[in-house]
């Protein structure tokens, strides 16, 4: 009796010597190491493991980005006028998407442009950038075709936006740069549209084609599934 009493005695000791030593951050024993500390690899380091010796890798050829739309028109004088003269804003022009465009014109836009579009933004203003020109310039111009090109591929000093903005968002920005044009040009009230829902894929040729191509599909697919059943039913 008196040695097992011993023994347990010696055994909490042990134990509480080894706990003592433990640490939760870092544990003694690890099975597979490895997958406890995984290597971390610049993005753009050389490492004799990747082909070519570089982490970071180009997508694979024909893959594009999530949520991306192909856009048809080159960024090339050709392209920025069939643009300006056949490109027509999709989305309705709508009070919600009058005061979204606001907002975003807001963020991107006013800097440069002005809170009016009279080109006299707080950088102009500081003569950061000069020589930015009103949306009513006459030898302008602009058209909604005209605006989205621009957004999306940027022209002289002003950068493309593509990356910062979704397409849609684009058009909202390009309804209310006409709104601020139609105010300098002192038009009247440019009525809202009501009950018309938006169609993004109507400014986009090869996104109706596609959609076309998938009803055709579906109805293929409905087609056969009916045989199918009549077949089954004899």
């Known amino acids: 009796m008196r040695n097992l009493f011993y023994k347990a005695i010696i055994l909490f000791l042990v134990g509480g010597f080894v706990m003592s030593c433990a640490d939760n951050d870092k544990p003694n024993y690890q099975f597979m190491p490895d997958m406890y500390e995984p290597i971390g690899y610049e993005a753009y380091g050389e490492y004799d493991v990747f082909q070519n010796g570089q982490e970071a890798k180009l997508p694979a050829e024909g893959s594009i980005p999530r949520g991306w739309m192909p856009y048809d028109y080159e960024n090339t004088p050709d392209g920025m006028a069939n643009a300006k003269a056949n490109l027509n804003n999709p989305l309705p022009y709508t009070e919600d998407n009058l005061n979204e465009g606001k907002q975003l014109y807001t963020i991107y836009c006013a800097v440069c442009h002005g ?15 000069l020589g930015v020109p009103s949306y009513d310039d006459a030898g302008r111009a602009i058209t909604e075709g005209s605006v989205y090109h621009v957004i999306y591929y940027g022209l002289n000093t002003m950068g493309s936006y593509a990356a910062q903005t979704s397409e849609e968002e684009r058009w909202k920005i390009t309804h209310y740069v006409m709104n601020l044009k139609n105010e300098l040009e002192g038009g009247e009230e440019i009525p809202f549209e009501e009950g018309k829902e938006a169609s ?12 076309q191509e998938n009803a055709e599909e579906v109805q293929g697919e409905g087609a056969v599934t009916g045989e199918e059943e009549e077949q089954n039913n004899n």
């Open 115 to 129: 809170d009016n579009g009279d080109g006299q933004g707080i950088l102009a203003e500081r003569e950061k950038i």
């Open 200 to 211: 993004i894929a109507e400014a986009n040729p090869v996104e109706v084609e596609r959609a």
